[in-house]
Structure formats: C-alpha cells, structure tokens
C-alpha cells in the first residue's frame, strides 16, 4: 500500500492533476516538487476550481458577499442620482446668497431684521433696470462716457476691455456675436481625433501677391470651459454639426457623456489626406 507520508513522517504535498482521466483522484508530488502559487495560478479559473471555492465558502461569507455586492450597486445608483441635485442645489444657493447679500444689509439697517431673498429680488430689478436703461439713448450715451473714462485709465482699461468682449460675445442683443454660438468640429490634436470647438471670430490672411486665406478662430475648452486653446483653421478643416452651442457646452462639461449617438453634419463630410510621414 502507498503512503502519503515521507519517511520522516511529514505529510506530502498533495496537487490536483488536469488530466480528466484521474479527476476524482489526488496525486502526490515528487520529493522535488512543490506547490505553489505560480504553479497553481493557471487553474484558478476553471469550473473545478470555483466549484472548490463556493463549496469551502461557508454560510455566513456568502451572505457577507451578495450583501456587500448589493449595497454597493445600490450606493453607486444613489450617488449618481444624488449627484446632479446637489450640484443644482448648490450652485442655486451660492446664486442666492451671493446676490441678496448686496441689498441685505440696506434692508437690515431700515427694518432692523434680514429678510432671506429680498436682496437676491432687489439685485435682479437691479440688473433688469441696468438692462433697460442701457438700451435707451439717455443710457446709450451714458455708457459712452463711463467707458471714455475708463479707457483714460492705465490698468483697468485693459481689463475692462477683455470684460467687454465676453459680455459682448453673450449678449442677446449683439448681432455681431452670432458667431460666438456655433459650434463645430476640428481635426485635433492629431490625424483621425476630433475635438468640439466653437466659433468665436473671423480673419484673412493676405501675402503679398494678393492671395488670401479666410480663417476662423475656433477655441477649443477644457473641461473648464473657460480655459482652452484658440487654434486659426480654414473652412475645410471645419465640420459644423447639428449641435448648438448650449449641447456643445453640456458634452463638455459632461466629459462626453451627454454626446449624441448620431451627428449629422450640416454639409457634405470631405475625405480625410492621408497622414503626413
């Protein structure tokens, strides 16, 4: 009769052959053999094996595992869901509090208590009368002299006129913002990549021999939209979808997300060079 012990009386190594012929047999290892994790790693994954450790899982682990399983999907579903309301809530309430706290203090110091939302209410009839009156003669030429003046000044008039070329790009009344709010698609960074850009301006390129080439400046944006490139391309290199500007702005932010299974484009696709060697 064999034995499954060495002449020193230590146990042997015991391994599970692949052979299908000696399945329901378990063979010792030669004197210079051993098992271990390396030699084992390749029938980790077979139905044997996972039928070995669903039989060694005891009660309690296998209630622990589908639990642990379930109130995780559950958790994720619930983030997800949770998710977007907060992010609404929150910024609806930094929009709140950041707009009645100019008139609160007024308010507090006639009526000797606050009133949560009055200021935010007088802000809005604020920038509405501001709105209104800008858009009459009388305002017209009141805005023309605060803007001479700021204009004289050395620092600020810099920065007031970047300031004034955002406001005027998203201004409803500029028509010559209307380029502002096309959205298109470039080639980039490199050959067969695409990247969501939008239209902010238009220039010629001339040389010397009367030639000249009709450019575009597309600014492309991060994540953060208000960071990005401005790249100069020709009409060619531009595909314009059936996007607008407030979609192009949510795939962005989205981080791609919210982009459409299917986009058409508003002129017919031209075939792609080949890459440059």
Same mark, same amino acid.
């Given at each position: 009769?064999?034995?499954?012990?060495?002449?020193?009386?230590?146990?042997?190594?015991?391994?599970?052959?692949?052979?299908?012929?000696?399945?329901?047999?378990?063979?010792?290892?030669?004197?210079?053999?051993?098992?271990?994790?390396?030699?084992? /790693?390749?029938?980790?994954?077979?139905?044997?094996?996972?039928?070995? @450790?669903?039989?060694?899982? %005891?009660?309690?682990?296998?209630?622990?595992? *589908?639990? /642990? /399983? $379930? #109130?995780?999907?559950?958790?994720? &579903?619930?983030?997800?869901?949770?998710?977007? =309301?907060?992010? &609404?809530?929150?910024?609806?309430?930094?929009? +709140? %509090?950041?707009?009645?706290?100019?008139?609160?203090?007024?308010? !507090?110091?006639?009526?000797?208590?606050?009133?949560?939302? =009055?200021?935010?209410?007088?802000?809005?009839?604020?920038?509405?009368? #501001?709105?209104?009156?800008?858009?009459? $003669?009388?305002?017209?030429?009141?805005?023309?002299?605060?803007? $001479?003046?700021?204009?004289?000044?050395?620092? #600020?008039?810099?920065?007031?006129?970047?300031?004034?070329?955002?406001?005027?790009? *998203?201004?409803?009344?500029?028509?010559? /913002?209307?380029?502002?709010?096309?959205?298109?698609?470039?080639?980039?960074? @490199?050959?067969?990549?695409?990247?969501?850009?939008?239209?902010?301006?238009?220039?010629?390129?001339?040389?010397?021999?009367?030639?000249?080439?009709? =450019?575009?400046?597309?600014?492309?944006? &991060?994540?953060? *939209?208000?960071?990005?490139?401005?790249?100069?391309?020709? @009409?060619?290199?531009?595909?314009?979808?059936?996007?607008? !500007?407030?979609?192009?702005?949510?795939?962005? #932010?989205? *981080?791609?997300?919210?982009?459409?299974? &299917?986009?058409?484009?508003?002129?017919? +696709?031209?075939?792609?060079?080949?890459?440059?060697?």
């Amino acid at each position: 009769m064999g034995s499954s012990k060495k002449e020193g009386g230590s146990p042997r190594p015991l391994t599970v052959p692949e052979d299908s012929s000696t399945a329901g047999e378990i063979l010792p290892l030669s004197e210079h053999q051993s098992l271990d994790v390396e030699d084992a /790693s390749h029938f980790a994954d077979t139905p044997r094996a996972r039928l070995a @450790r669903a039989a060694s899982t %005891t009660p309690k682990e296998a209630v622990h595992q *589908v639990l /642990s /399983s $379930w #109130v995780s999907r559950r958790f994720f &579903t619930g983030c997800a869901v949770l998710f977007p =309301l907060a992010v &609404t809530v929150y910024i609806t309430w930094w929009f +709140l %509090t950041f707009f009645d706290k100019f008139f609160s203090p007024l308010y !507090v110091a006639i009526f000797k208590f606050k009133v949560f939302g =009055l200021g935010f209410i007088t802000s809005m009839l604020f920038i509405f009368v #501001v709105g209104a009156f800008a858009g009459s $003669w009388l305002g017209g030429l009141a805005l023309q002299l605060g803007e $001479w003046i700021i204009k004289k000044l050395p620092l #600020v008039k810099h920065i007031y006129s970047a300031a004034k070329q955002v406001s005027a790009a *998203v201004n409803p009344s500029n028509e010559t /913002s209307a380029s502002f709010r096309e959205c298109v698609i470039v080639r980039h960074p @490199r050959h067969g990549e695409y990247a969501i850009g939008f239209i902010t301006g238009q220039t010629s390129l001339q040389d010397d021999h009367g030639q000249q080439l009709d =450019l575009f400046s597309v600014y492309i944006p &991060t994540n953060h *939209v208000y960071v990005g490139d401005i790249f100069l391309m020709g @009409r060619a290199d531009i595909i314009k979808p059936n996007l607008s !500007v407030r979609e192009g702005l949510e795939i962005v #932010v989205s *981080v791609g997300m919210a982009l459409p299974r &299917t986009l058409k484009s508003l002129r017919p +696709l031209q075939p792609l060079p080949p890459p440059p060697r």
